[in-house]
């Protein structure tokens, strides 16, 4: 079944794009959810009219997305946490505790944009993708130390 996306999907394509699905996953899913609309002739004839709009839009979000990008790359933020015997972590530096901690330095970025593939658990420097737009990401360091304990 072709549709056009009225906006972008991770797994699919960008807003205005005709793409190829499923008949189930377009009637259960993106229809209903209006993500996605059927490309008959009156909707084509509507996204040739709206065509320099989402051209403008997409292009505004590539923009934001690459000055992100610049602001955050190289970044390294150091997270201090408990350890225990043999520099062992209590616990583990999550994605929540990466964005909280991005957060303080003025970044926002959700934790669902932070790749991490498990859970951080020993001490030391790790490089972190993060991803900032769509098809883009860019990395961080995390150095992560022990928490001083207070005389």
């Given at each position: 079944?072709?549709?056009?996306?009225?906006?972008?999907?991770?797994?699919?394509g960008?807003?205005?794009?005709?793409?190829?699905v499923k008949?189930?996953?377009?009637?259960?899913?993106?229809?209903p959810?209006?993500?996605?609309?059927i490309?008959?002739?009156s909707?084509?004839?509507?996204?040739?009219?709206?065509?320099?709009?989402?051209?403008?839009?997409?292009?505004?979000?590539?923009?934001?997305?690459?000055?992100?990008?610049?602001?955050?790359?190289?970044?390294?933020?150091?997270?201090?946490?408990?350890?225990?015997?043999?520099?062992?972590?209590?616990?583990?530096?999550?994605?929540?505790?990466?964005?909280?901690?991005?957060?303080?330095?003025?970044?926002?970025?959700?934790?669902?944009?932070?790749?991490?593939?498990?859970?951080?658990?020993?001490?030391?420097?790790?490089?972190?993708?993060?991803k900032?737009?769509?098809?883009?990401?860019?990395?961080?360091?995390?150095?992560?130390?022990?928490?001083?304990?207070?005389?």
């Amino acid at each position: 079944m072709e549709l056009i996306l009225k906006q972008t999907v991770e797994s699919l394509g960008e807003e205005g794009d005709i793409v190829k699905v499923k008949a189930g996953y377009a009637r259960n899913y993106l229809i209903p959810k209006k993500i996605a609309v059927i490309a008959d002739r009156s909707n084509l004839a509507i996204l040739q009219q709206e065509k320099a709009a989402i051209e403008a839009r997409r292009e505004k979000q590539r923009q934001e997305a690459e000055a992100l990008s610049k602001k955050i790359s190289g970044t390294a933020i150091t997270i201090k946490h408990r350890v225990g015997e043999e520099e062992k972590l209590f616990g583990s530096v999550t994605a929540a505790d990466i964005a909280a901690k991005l957060a303080e330095s003025g970044v926002a970025i959700d934790k669902k944009n932070i790749l991490l593939t498990e859970p951080i658990k020993s001490l030391g420097e790790f490089v972190v993708p993060v991803k900032v737009g769509y098809q883009m990401t860019s990395e961080i360091s995390v150095q992560v130390a022990p928490l001083e304990a207070e005389a």
